[in-house]
C-alpha cells in the first residue's frame, strides 16, 4: 500500500553495530507492527504498538528496539545483540480515525515494502 | 498464546483446476482470519479475510471457509491461473492478555502451471 513507506530498501550492518528502520504511514492508523521474515518463512512479530507512546513486546524481540514518539511512525532498531539480523523486515498498520483500540482486533492490516538487512 | 498451523507447504495445480489451502487455530476467542498474497520479494497483499461470524465469504474466483468447531479455516481459489503463483498466509487475530496482533501461518507456496 503507497500509505506505509520503509526505508531504506537495503540495509547492511557491520558487526557491533546498531541500525534503524524507518517505517512511516499516512493512512491515519492507530497500530503498527514490526514482522520479521526469514527464507521461506512465515511472519513472526517483533514488536507492536496500538497507540501513541506505548509499545509492546512480540514473540521475537530480543535484540531490537521500538519507539512510538509519533502517531505516523514506527522505527525499529536492531542492535548488536540480535546476533542473526539477516531476514527481510516488513512494517504494518492498521485501524483508523475513531476506531476504539479493541477494535483493532477485526483490522486489516496494510504492509510496506520491507526492507532486507544484512551482515557485512 | 496463539499458534497458527498452515498445509500444504507447497501446492502445485494445473491452470484452470483448483487450489485449496487450509490453516487450524488454537485460540477460540481468536475472531479474525484474514489471507494474504505474497510475490517474491515483495510485500504481502490481502486478498480476504473473514470475521467468526461467518462461515464463508466469497470474492470472484477466491473464497474462505471458516469452522469455529474445528478451529479451522480454508482459502478455495478457483480456475486456477499462472498469475496466482505465489506465496500465500492465513493468520488469525489474537485476543490474549492486552495483545491484540496476528499470528500467522508458515506459509504455502502455490504454482501454478501453464
Known amino acids: 500500500d503507497g500509505g506505509i513507506t520503509q526505508s531504506p530498501k537495503y540495509l547492511f550492518r557491520k558487526e557491533g553495530q546498531n541500525v534503524t528502520l524507518s517505517c512511516e504511514q499516512n493512512?491515519?492508523?492507530?497500530?503498527m507492527y514490526w514482522y520479521r521474515q526469514d527464507p521461506g518463512q512465515g511472519l513472526r512479530l517483533i514488536y507492536y504498538?496500538?497507540?501513541?507512546?506505548?509499545?509492546q513486546k512480540g514473540d521475537i524481540a530480543e535484540g531490537y528496539s521500538v519507539s512510538r514518539e509519533k502517531k505516523e511512525s514506527f522505527p525499529l532498531t536492531v542492535t548488536s545483540a540480535q546476533k542473526n539480523p539477516t531476514a527481510f523486515y516488513l512494517c504494518?498498520?492498521?485501524?483508523?480515525?475513531?476506531?476504539?483500540?479493541?477494535?483493532?482486533?477485526?483490522?486489516?492490516?496494510?504492509f510496506g515494502d520491507g526492507t532486507r538487512l544484512s551482515i557485512l | 498464546g496463539e499458534n497458527v498451523e498452515q498445509h500444504p507447504s507447497t501446492l502445485s495445480v494445473q491452470e484452470g483446476d483448483s487450489a485449496v489451502i487450509k490453516c487450524t487455530y488454537s485460540?477460540?476467542?481468536?475472531?479474525?482470519f484474514p489471507w494474504y498474497k505474497q510475490e517474491l520479494g515483495k510485500r504481502p497483499q490481502l486478498i480476504i479475510d473473514?470475521?467468526?461470524?461467518?462461515g464463508e465469504k466469497k470474492d470472484q474466483r477466491i473464497a474462505v471457509t471458516l469452522n469455529k468447531t474445528a478451529k479451522h479455516f480454508s482459502l478455495h481459489i478457483t480456475e486456477t491461473q499462472p498469475e496466482d503463483s505465489a506465496v500465500y498466509f492465513c493468520?488469525?487475530?489474537?485476543?490474549?492478555?492486552?495483545?491484540?496482533?496476528?499470528?500467522f501461518g508458515s506459509g504455502t507456496r502455490l504454482q501454478v502451471q501453464p
Open positions: 493468520a488469525a487475530s489474537v485476543r490474549a492478555t492486552g495483545r491484540r496482533a496476528l499470528t
Open positions: 504494518a498498520s492498521s485501524g483508523g480515525q475513531g476506531v476504539p483500540i479493541v477494535g483493532n482486533v477485526g483490522q486489516p492490516q496494510h
Open positions: 504498538s496500538q497507540i501513541v507512546n506505548d509499545f
Open positions: 485460540d477460540s476467542a481468536s475472531n479474525y
Open positions: 473473514i470475521r467468526s461470524n461467518v
Open positions: 493512512l491515519n492508523h492507530d497500530a
